[in-house]
């Protein structure tokens, strides 16, 4: 890259890295494309992350269509084995190349993946990637042109290549720093994590980390436990394990996940826990027992219970105890 264009390429780092930290995170990708499009120009991108599936194509995990249909991706899925493109890159941790669709799948047995990307305007390509090559995993970007004289040439080729790891750290802080303003500000003895919907975790702080070896002494890394992600796929919002509790939100199409040591108050039933959170709030006996439509003897036998089963002698020790199971 000429000097001339140091400053240049600096320059749209610099702008990458603000927009991680200042845009939403369902806005981030589509702004950081626009501000490669000046620069290589295309019609249409995706962006995302995949297992290979053999014996060919991927299944993807996570992704973001830019000027995209998302029907194109309930196609493919016909067509995957097909897309050599995407499989030449499979083996190297770190891959840029540009594809002719016309060229790349020529022959009669390409042909069926030709008239598929045709379809969908994609005559020229240029798909970045970066590979756990271990775990058969990937990131990836897809850049689409639809002109198909307008062929990518080498300079774009090693732009992108040298724009990709930036793209793809930048939106790995967006997520992270998405993720701190979710998390509560007293962290201590907790932790965090980011994954998809299929488990892969593309984040996990050393707190996080450090709670699942504690309930799962042989728990690998890298991926949640297969109870944990089918409890939550069920429609559960937290997990309670036995010295660990998880709890979720699904956003733009991942996971968040809050871990948190199992604390006393876990083992509150419902109707003890609404009653502890109204002595909270500072009501009598009374005031619960009318409020919940109870009696008052029952409503003292549970706040007795509660008592014993949190150790716990006056409201305001109650109040701690059931902020450690927030």
Do not use: C
């Not at 020229?124 to 990637?129: R, V």
């Not at 944990?228 to 394990?241: A, E, I, P, T, Y």
């Not at 089963?309 to 105890?321: I, Y």
């Amino acid at each position: 890259m000429a000097p001339s264009h140091l400053s240049d390429f600096g320059e749209l780092l610099l702008r990458l890295y603000r927009l991680s930290r200042e845009q939403p995170l369902h806005l981030f990708q589509d702004q950081a494309l626009n501000l490669v499009k000046p620069i290589v120009f295309f019609d249409s991108a995706m962006w995302g992350t995949a297992a290979t599936a053999p014996p060919g194509g991927i299944d993807v995990h996570t992704l973001h269509l830019h000027e995209k249909s998302p029907q194109m991706m309930i196609d493919y899925e016909e067509f995957k084995h097909l897309d050599t493109a995407a499989a030449s890159l499979f083996g190297m941790p770190r891959g840029t190349r540009a594809f002719n669709t016309a060229t790349w799948w020529g022959d009669q047995r390409g042909r069926p993946f030709r008239d598929f990307v045709q379809r969908y305007e994609q005559n020229n390509m240029l798909i970045t990637m970066a590979n756990d090559t271990s775990a058969r995993f990937m990131e990836w970007i897809s850049l689409f042109r639809a002109d198909a004289e307008r062929q990518n040439t080498p300079a774009e080729t090693e732009l992108v290549a040298l724009l990709s790891p930036h793209l793809m750290q930048a939106l790995a802080l967006n997520r992270v720093m998405h993720l701190d303003r979710l998390m509560p500000a007293d962290r201590v003895g907790r932790g965090a994590a980011m994954g998809d919907l299929m488990g892969v975790l593309y984040h996990a702080d050393p707190g996080f980390e450090r709670l699942l070896r504690e309930e799962w002494h042989d728990w690998p890394g890298r991926a949640l436990p297969p109870e944990v992600l089918d409890h939550f796929l069920r429609g559960h919002g937290r997990f309670v394990g036995r010295k660990l509790v998880l709890a979720h939100g699904t956003e733009h199409g991942l996971l968040f996940l809050a871990a948190r040591p199992r604390a006393p108050a876990d083992e509150l039933s419902p109707r003890e826990r609404m009653v502890a959170q109204q002595l909270a709030r500072g009501l009598t006996y009374k005031q619960i027992a009318q409020e919940l439509d109870r009696s008052p003897a029952t409503v003292r036998n549970q706040i007795r219970s509660i008592y014993e089963k949190l150790s716990v002698t006056n409201v305001a020790e109650l109040v701690e105890a059931l902020r450690q199971a927030d």
